[in-house]
């Protein structure tokens, strides 16, 4: 057995860092825990079910790879053979839920008593000029990170499950101290604001990624849904999301645009984003947001912060 377990984010930071020749077993942890149903106990029959269900209804993904997901994190639960669980992550949303429910899980199974628990996040980087993600740095940058690791503590990983625990919660506003900078989860305050703006606005019932999404094909020249990706990748900052998940919500409110070429708003469209329309007449938007669901509370612009709706 290997004396160390890397935990990657994904299949291009797993690539890179087949390069660097760091010694040690990898796991890539391919959840998509900042989409749909969760809740506060990982890696259970029932959270695996249920996530299972999302991803193949949601994403088109097979149970096969599914089940490959929860194989590998047997690795994770035979951690008493492991000197060391190091977790490679970034800055964004996408990745800071994701490490939050991990590193949860290892709080709550006392790994941090058995082997040492560190990690590597990475979003500012020397010569970049934009946030930029672990695959977008060369290999030999990898090997400084191993290098340059935090250990994390005893009260870092109970920080780390109040976080998951507030994420998971029916009521979004427990995440309220995640907004305030932490020593260690130093990118954790953006990513979490970047959540609540997922929440409808209180000014036009439609939140931060549908706005830019109606606000492109309004006022850009966009032939296609492929178009309008291309947009949202570029212009996301702290969401960290893949093309797959801006497909999913050009779907949910695909009653807003029509899909001539170019693309053009729907009437209640146009209403929309102008504010005058109510959420409610539109079918499949009371998605999940966490533990709660996106039609229950307001991001309020001018106060900074969430109102039930």
């Known amino acids: 057995m290997a004396d160390n377990l890397h935990i990657l984010n994904g299949d ?14 990898t796991l890539v942890w391919r ?29 088109g993904a097979g149970s096969a790879d599914y089940k490959q997901l929860i194989d590998d994190f047997e690795k994770l639960k035979d ?13 964004d949303l996408f990745c800071q839920v994701n490490m939050m429910a991990l590193l949860s899980w290892c709080y709550k199974q006392n790994v941090h008593d058995h082997c040492k628990v560190s990690m590597i996040c990475v979003g500012n980087e020397p010569g970049y000029e934009r946030l930029v993600g672990l695959g977008r740095i060369p290999p030999h940058r990898y090997t400084e990170l191993f290098e340059e690791r935090t250990v994390l503590t005893e009260p870092s990983l109970a920080y780390a ?8 919660s029916a009521d979004p506003n427990d995440l309220e101290f995640t907004l305030m900078p932490h020593p260690v989860f130093s990118y954790l305050s953006g990513a979490m604001k970047s959540h609540l703006k997922r929440f409808p606005y209180t000014s036009c019932a439609l939140n931060e990624i549908e706005q830019e999404i109606l606000s492109t094909i309004q006022n850009e020249e966009v032939h296609n849904v492929d178009d309008v990706v291309r947009h949202m990748l ?20 695909r009653d807003l645009i029509n899909f001539e070429d170019p693309m053009t708003l729907s009437s209640i469209g146009k209403e929309a984003i102008s504010g005058n329309w109510s959420r409610n007449s539109v079918s499949g938007l009371n998605y999940q947001l966490g533990g709660s669901e996106a039609s229950s509370f307001n991001w309020n612009e001018d106060s900074g912060d969430l109102i039930p709706s």
């Open 31 to 59: 959840e998509i825990l900042c989409e749909g149903p969760v809740q506060y106990e990982i890696a259970t029959p029932e959270f695996w079910s249920k996530r299972d269900d999302f991803v193949k209804s949601e994403f």
């Open 79 to 91: 951690f008493k053979s492991y000197t060391e669980i190091i977790l490679w992550f970034e800055y």
């Open 12 to 25: 291009s930071s797993w690539h890179l860092f087949q390069e660097t020749g760091i010694p040690g077993e």
């Open 234 to 253: 570029q212009w996301q900052h702290y969401y960290g999301f893949g093309d797959l998940q801006y497909f999913r919500h050009i779907r949910l409110i």
């Open 161 to 168: 499950d109040r976080v998951w625990k507030a994420y998971t």
